[in-house]
């Protein structure tokens, strides 16, 4: 009887009824649904969600307008750097008395001219100033020389020649005497060359 599909079906139908109903009632202990009544909360309303903020542009603080003062006396002139004729009104000086007899009223005083100095010699005004040579002062030479030179009318000296006891201080010795200045020597009132000159130096090693 239970080899044919058609009997299987109930039967199988039957027995499994009382088996899902078991597990529903085992089902329904294990959820166990308690009702929860929610707590009443003071609901409030919001006027404005978006928080104000402070104009960028406004003052941030507000100052009190300052009060005017009164109006300053002016301050008295500067005084003129000079006076005309119409600011100053000086009484007329006068001399008591006459002229005595005998004196001649127009005075002809004295013409005074600039007084030349009319012949002055040549006069040194910033000597030679020569430095030592180095190749001199390695080698431990020490030497004089004898500079000839001449004077413009300028002060200038020109035609420098050394003599000089060794010829590592010639160089030397013209470059500081052309650099010298010199007054140039006066004669009847005129500047004039002076020629054959000469100024000694003397390049010594110290201690």
């Known amino acids: 009887m239970l080899n044919s599909p058609a009997a299987r079906a109930p039967t199988a139908a039957l027995l499994a009824l009382p088996v899902a109903y078991g597990l529903f009632l085992l089902m329904n202990s294990l959820i166990d649904v308690k009702e929860i009544t929610p707590e009443l909360v003071t609901s409030r309303v919001l006027d404005v969600i978006t928080p104000q903020r402070p104009d ?3 003052p ?9 003062l009164d109006a300053a006396m002016q301050p008295p002139p500067p005084p003129r750097a000079s006076a005309t004729y119409t600011d100053i009104i000086l009484p007329t000086p006068v001399v008591p008395g006459t002229v005595p007899e005998g004196l001649s009223i127009n005075v002809k005083m004295p013409t005074i001219g600039p007084v030349m100095i009319s012949s002055r010699d040549y006069q040194v005004v910033r000597s030679p100033l020569p430095v030592y040579p180095r190749r001199a002062a390695e ?6 020389c004898k500079v000839a030179f001449s004077i413009d009318p300028r002060g200038k000296p020109f ?3 050394a003599a000089c006891s060794d010829p590592v201080f010639v160089s030397e010795a013209e470059s500081s005497v052309s650099k010298a200045e010199f007054a140039p ?9 002076v020629t054959g000159l000469e100024y000694p130096l003397d390049f010594k090693l110290g201690n």
């Open 56 to 58: 960028p542009d406004a």
């Open 60 to 68: 941030m603080t507000k100052r009190a307008k300052p009060t005017p």
């Open 139 to 144: 080698r431990g030479i020490s030497g004089t």
């Open 159 to 161: 035609h420098v020649s």
């Open 185 to 193: 020597q006066l004669v009847e009132g005129q500047f004039v060359t």
